[in-house]
């Protein structure tokens, strides 16, 4: 599961994806928060739309039980993000799996054709073999006829 996490993320260049989501908390991140939030380093989260404008005029315990709500519902749609991406893992190795049976079937059948084909060959020649075999029995009994009359 990591071997794919760590392929996910070498070819999801175009997206913004956390390095290492091994050591992702949300304990962690909400501490990180509130320590930059006591050392007033926050002031650029007012702006980026993180906190409404009204964040400007509410105190700093109201910001951090909002951006710990913000970042609740942020962490569920990761878990989300994160399930659904894990069913489509396990969606794709289905199908996989069922391509490779696929192709493992054609191959089988498409012996099995060219088996028949080759049978059928042989059974047409040795039918017209009979069939030569037979007029040339029919022109002998009509000569025979023709010796008994």
Known sequence: SSKIRNTEIQNADDVAVLEDCTDYSLGKTISKIEEELEKGDLSDCLGDDIIPSAG????????????????????????????????????NENLKSQLKDTVEENTRLQRTVSMQQSQTEKYKMLSQEANKKSEELQQEVIALEKVLH
Not at 57 to 84: P, S
């Open 56 to 91: 400007n005029e509410i105190g700093a315990e109201a910001q951090v039980r909002f951006l710990k709500a913000k970042l609740r519902v942020m962490q569920e749609e990761l878990d989300n993000v994160v399930r659904e991406c894990r069913k489509k893992e396990d969606e």
